[in-house]
């Protein structure tokens, strides 16, 4: 087993690898290009039989997307998928739609990159009943903060503000057509205080 060889790394290394599992567990993603994710995604890739092994154990899996540069935890009986309530899942589609949007005029090596009033007009277009007010966006946007899908450029609390989206969307979001994200948002209904049947890792 590989994990009889963990004694191999010297205490710097053990602590990075107990550092990155209690961060995957926490939040189920890693991103390469968020900076406190760095350290942790390349310790994951150069001794990733470690993890694989130790996390199969409690029937977990990890998923490497290297050409993104994303990680995801995985419970094989999905058991640790999260409820939504509407509002987050809606700002999660919308995220996932601009990150479409603005990947065709970014830069292979650039992250992508959107405007907090961005969010506010799509989910204006949308014409829900209910509108989403400044607190509660700059919520759902810390939520998905923690769980390394999208890095505040400056006070989120201004709409003038960005946000860097992480290819941690896309498996967030486990479709690849687009098309299958519009849909989702088109057959949202909205309810005051409810919650969508839609779940993420």
Known sequence: MILENFEELNSSQKNLFSRTCLRLLSTGFLARD???NKE???FLL???KYFDEYFEIIDYEILLDRENGAVQLTHKENSNLMKLKKDETIILLIL?????QHLADTSVNDNIVV??????????SLELK????????VTILRLYKKFNIIEPVGDITKSGSSIIIFPTILMAIN???INDVYDLISRIEVKPGGET???TD
């Open 130 to 137: 209910k509108k989403i007010n400044k607190t509660d966006l």
């Open 96 to 100: 996932r739609i601009l990150y479409h």
């Open 115 to 124: 405007r907090i009033d961005e969010l506010h007009q799509y989910y204006d």
């Open 175 to 177: 479709t690849t057509a």
């Open 40 to 42: 942790m995604y390349y």
């Open 197 to 199: 049947d839609e779940e």
């Open 46 to 48: 150069s001794h990733k």
């Open 34 to 36: 968020k900076k406190d």
